[in-house]
């Protein structure tokens, strides 16, 4: 690759060439002129496009801002909102802030990974759900706290937390929401 050549396309890996959403990273790398300072909003925008950061679409980027691969790398493992793996249909997320820790949170991710067959940060093999772990949410007087697809449970216990796994991977809507309430407490429920 001339490394003075950063046109569009110019030394994009096969695969990534070929996939339409690629167009919509080479237009964010256009719109910003290629300026090594746009590097956080282009990966934002790649991120958002492909739901992740592979080290292909990184290296990419890496050559067409001109800067080290090193650096890209840094800055997406740096800021939490970025992910280098794909992510699951479904995510699960538990709590290991001090709060949520002293209530046994270790032991629901113990659970959860024993009973689904993936380790925290990552996924299951037929993609189904994704667990992960954070560091306090805010809401510590309901500890231990895990967040199923965006929806904060409340006071879980290794049991309850799997219970709400299951009925999550496998129904919708309705019957998650009992599950829930007989369950759980959800955030901000009086107990
Ligand atoms: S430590 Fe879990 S919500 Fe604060």
């Known amino acids: 690759m001339n490394p003075t050549d950063n046109s569009p396309g ?12 690629f167009k919509v990273v080479e237009r964010t790398l256009k719109q910003y002129q290629y300026r090594a300072d746009a590097l956080l909003e ?73 009973e689904f067959g993936v380790k925290a940060g990552k996924t299951t093999a037929d993609g189904k759900l994704t667990l992960s772990t954070v560091r306090c949410l805010g809401s510590c007087g309901l500890a231990p706290i895990v967040v199923l697809d965006g929806e904060t449970m409340g006071r879980c216990t290794p049991d309850s937390a799997a219970t709400a796994v299951r009925v999550m991977l496998t129904e919708k809507g309705p019957a998650r929401e009992e599950a829930a309430r007989t369950g759980h407490r959800r955030k901000g429920e009086e107990p």
């Open 10 to 21: 110019k030394g994009t890996p096969d695969g990534l060439a070929a996939d339409p959403r």
């Open 42 to 114: 282009v990966l934002h925008v790649a991120q958002e496009t492909f739901g992740c950061l592979s080290d292909e679409l990184m290296n990419h980027v890496a050559r067409q801002l001109r800067v080290p691969p090193s650096r890209v790398y840094g800055v997406a493992t740096f800021y939490h909102f970025f992910t280098l793996e794909a992510r699951g249909e479904h995510s699960c997320v538990v709590c290991t802030g001090t709060a949520c820790y002293v209530k046994r949170s270790a032991e629901i991710v113990a659970r959860l990974e024993n």
